[in-house]
């Protein structure tokens, strides 16, 4: 079993940055794909990046070159650093965990552990 728990969502104007972490506990964190995906209004669930074998990254298009995604292994936890924000970046922010086996996950359908989320809202 993994919890997650995800912090650092909040209101900020386009321009602007946030960090949101992701506290992971039950097992070690090394050999699961750590991924971050979003959920706007009246949307469904989208990936937005992923951290794999403890170096390996990738994001979706429309984040790339804005958002970072890192990991802490000491602390067992993962963050999404969020730059340049825009208003079509608000959404509720999810953290989601998956044994992968050296694999990258991007679908939702491919992880069993999800935070319960935090909101990312950005004004105009």
């Known amino acids: 079993q993994v919890q997650l728990v995800e912090s650092g969502g909040g209101l900020v104007q386009a321009g602007g940055s946030l960090r949101l972490s992701c506290a992971s506990s039950?097992?070690?964190?090394?050999?699961?794909?750590m991924g971050w995906f979003r959920q706007g209004p009246g949307k469904e669930r989208e990936f937005v990046a992923v951290?794999?074998?403890?170096?390996?990254?990738h994001y979706a298009d429309s984040v790339k070159g804005r958002f970072t995604i890192s990991r802490d292994t000491a602390k067992s936890t993962v963050y999404l650093q969020m730059n340049n924000l825009k208003p079509e970046d608000t959404a509720v922010y999810y953290c989601?965990?998956?044994?992968?086996?050296?694999?990258?996950?991007?679908?939702?359908?491919?992880?069993?552990?999800w935070g319960q989320g935090t909101q990312v809202t950005v004004s105009s």
């Open positions: 989601a965990a998956q044994a992968s086996y050296g694999v990258g996950l991007t679908r939702v359908a491919d992880y069993k552990y």
């Open positions: 039950g097992r070690s964190s090394s050999g699961l794909s």
């Open positions: 951290s794999w074998s403890g170096v390996n990254t």
